[in-house]
């Protein structure tokens, strides 16, 4: 705590001098991603709060830390004792950071923030909002200044991604790249997303947490593309491999003056939701600015054969993971010294014994009993749950295979399940079954497919607070757009090949959380006078907790639903186990029917 002490007080040593009166520092990196390096945590560097989300304030007299609810308990915890307020997003109460800015400021303040951590869109905003105020904002990097021993970017070399697993070369990326840029009248695309980059030039590294990425820039031209990357990434291999890809090479800082000289006369496209300002500024100002949608953020998502094939073979790997994992669980439970992390790395170990696999894609939420209601619960050593025989456990996991990447979140009863729980988890399931067999025409969005999930629980006056569905990549972000299926709108429409989670769920707070989530793809359906339909093919491959299920509350058509998909569980993954694993998942793939009364 005194640590945190004394860097807010040298941070606001360089404030003074540099004339600051407050300083935001997002928790993010200049690739706008979802996992960032230890280099660029600042946010947790100046607070103390490890949490994925949160942003820090400081003035010359206060400081706050801004999350969401998700990190209530944690960020408290962690902010005790060191001048920061913990400021609770969401809650009536508690005032946004620009106008809780506006009451700690006077007329010709200025406000410093470091323009690499705030993409082209929100600088201008926040610029924009508080010069309503008569407040300045400047880009600068003040933690640069006073932050000692800081951790250098990661420099381990970056791989090539065999186009076996791809399915298309760089090249053939780049032709659909330009092509798209012609549309849009670019001559000159700026590309900072990391995943953007990885897919473009099929390379994958281990530079974050979870997502195989490298850290990079990229700089596409008509007639010429380079790859911006730290020297040391590059082997005598991937260096041969990018010239014949036609890939020029660059130092990663070196963007910076290269974008200083494009000529005046370029049409340059940027993705203002992703390209930090910093980069932005460097654009000469006499440049046409063409600012879009990452084209590369739609090619993206509709994937092709080979990945969709890769795909499945995970999913079949993934299941057979899970299936070990399950049965390792029961036999268990009883033991009294099971808890949330030391299922979520057993369940590790059981992926890890999967051929082609890399890492997880996400951290483990394993909730149980009150845990499950969290929707991104963490477990965290010291105040982790013990798994008991009873309740419910909650759990959502996922693989990087270099096949691809999965997510799958179960919910189990680990005891005698009451009946509410089962009401719950079967209004949970009759929402995901009427998504997964849900027939669209084309053009349609999934914000209008939302409703479907969760009418049987409105008609209820039920409901839950997260999307229905959120896009995954292949071998990259298991977060990925443009796609989603969720109440917010989205102009996005649902296209063939587009891979993306179906997940609605029930929480009771302070009692359990329940979620069932599968991962499907968009499938072309039938075509009729009125034109065509599309549909959902689910990919996933686990059986759902029987014990959890009315089955009185599912129509003949829905109970039909579950056994097709336990009949194609079982004979996917059967062929993977032995004798005593098959036996296991047959009955739990067991025919599910109604007894006359």
Known sequence: MEQIKIRLASLREVMQKAGISACIIPGIDPHASEYIADYWK???????????????????????????????????????????????????????????LATQLNSGD????????????????????????????????????????????????????????AGKSTIEKLAMLRDEMKKVHADVFVISALDDIAWLFNIRSNDVNYNPVVIAYALIENEKVTLFVAPEKITPETNLYLKNEGVEVAAYLQIYETLKYLSGTKSVLVDGSKLNHALFESI????????????IFKLKSIKNEVEMAGVRRAMQKDGVALTRFFMWLEANLASSKLTEITISNKLRDFRTQQENYVSESFGTIAGFAAHGAIVHYGAQPGTESTLKAENILLLDSGGQYLDGTTDITRTVALGNPTERQKTDNTLVLKGHIALATAQFPVGTRGSQLDILARKVMWDLGLNYGHGTGHG???????????????????????????????????YRTNEYGIRIENLVQVVLA??????????????????????????????????????????????????????????????????LFKIPF
């Not at 923030?113 to 924009?128: E, G, H, R």
């Not at 407040?135 to 065999?162: C, G």
């Not at 990919?539 to 014990?547: A, G, I």
């Open 42 to 100: 600042e946010r947790e560097w100046i607070s103390g709060f490890d949490g994925s989300a949160g942003t820090a304030v400081v003035t010359l007299q206060s400081a706050g830390l801004w999350t969401d609810s998700r990190y209530f308990l944690h960020a408290a915890e962690q902010l005790e004792g060191t001048g920061f307020e913990l400021m609770k997003q969401g809650l009536p109460e508690t005032l946004e950071i620009l106008p809780w």
């Open 110 to 165: 200025r406000v410093g923030v470091n323009a690499q951590m705030l993409s082209v869109n929100a600088y201008a905003s926040m610029k924009s909002e508080l010069k309503m105020i008569k407040v300045e904002l400047i880009s600068i990097d003040l933690p640069a200044l006073v932050w000692t021993n800081r951790p250098s970017l990661p420099l381990q070399p970056f791989y090539v991604f065999n186009i076996l697993y």
């Open 284 to 295: 000469p100002s006499d440049c046409a600015i063409r600012n879009a949608m990452s084209p």
């Open 472 to 506: 995954v990549g292949h071998f990259l972000c298991v977060h990925e757009g443009p796609q989603s299926i969720r109440m917010d709108e989205n102009p996005t429409v649902l296209q063939p090949g587009m891979m993306i989670s179906n997940e609605p769920g029930m």
């Open 526 to 591: 039938q075509k009729t006078e009125f034109g065509q339909f599309l549909q959902f093919e689910t990919l996933t491959l686990f059986p759902l907790d029987q014990e959890l299920i009315d089955v009185y509350m599912l129509s003949d058509k829905e109970v039909d639903w579950v056994n097709n998909y336990h009949k194609k569980v079982f004979e996917a993954l059967s062929p993977m186990l032995n004798e005593e694993e098959t036996k296991w998942l047959e009955l739990k793939c067991n025919i």
